[in-house]
């Protein structure tokens, strides 16, 4: 009677251990099919961003590339970097309802729109309303914003470091931030934006 009790137990945990078994190899390939998902998705959706963010660079860089041959006053690179901070990569509601990517205030040509802005006021970040140009183009504000620069900003002729004009934007009040200038100068160099510069001065931009 024990013999067949002890043979019986043994049939019973070898079921066990080959059910367990199976079970565990079913999870494994449903755990590694659910990664290769997850990680095909993220992928995708990094080339998606990556593409994104080429399309608006080139956006603003062919017609930055085309204004400086003609008049040699504000460097490709800066103008890029400056859409890509002040619009988010073009996503504020600034640049889709105003074609203003460059955060410019006042009115233009009498059109203006209003929006809370953040500023740096006295060492405090404050949240204010104000009025912002509204542009017919994104060549209107690019234009526009070229001029600004060159009068009110640079103030100098013929800068050809980035690095000097992101400080020279600081030092004469373009933003209140007070590390706007190193933003620039990190934006300009992880995405390589000064080979605008070079094909620009060397008249290139076609």
Not at 8 to 30: E, K
Not at 77 to 106: K, T
Not at 168 to 191: E, V, W
Request: proline share 2%.
């Amino acid at each position: 009677m024990n013999k067949k009790i002890g043979a019986i137990m043994t049939c019973f945990v070898l079921i066990v251990i080959v059910v367990s078994g199976a079970f565990y190899v079913r999870s494994n390939r449903i755990a590694s099919s659910q990664s290769y998902y997850v990680s095909e998705s993220s992928t995708t959706v990094v080339d998606k961003t990556n593409q994104e963010h080429d399309s608006f660079i080139s956006k603003v860089a062919r017609p930055a590339m085309k204004l400086y041959e003609k008049n040699q006053q504000v460097l490709p690179s800066i103008v890029v970097a400056q859409a890509i901070l002040e619009s988010s990569w073009g996503d504020s509601d600034l640049y889709r309802n105003a074609n203003n990517p460059f955060g410019i205030m006042g009115s233009y040509h009498g059109q203006s729109i209003r929006y809370d802005t953040a500023e740096v006021i006295s060492g405090k970040r404050i949240t204010v309303k104000a009025a912002f140009r509204k542009y017919p183009s994104l060549l209107a504000a690019i234009n526009d914003h070229n001029r600004l620069l060159a009068q009110q900003f640079i103030n100098q002729s013929n800068v050809l470091s980035y690095r000097k004009v992101a400080k020279l934007l600081q030092q004469n009040g373009y933003a209140t931030d007070p590390h706007y200038a190193k933003k620039l100068i990190q934006i300009i160099r992880k995405y390589n934006l000064s080979k605008y510069d070079l094909a620009a001065i060397n008249g290139n931009s076609n």
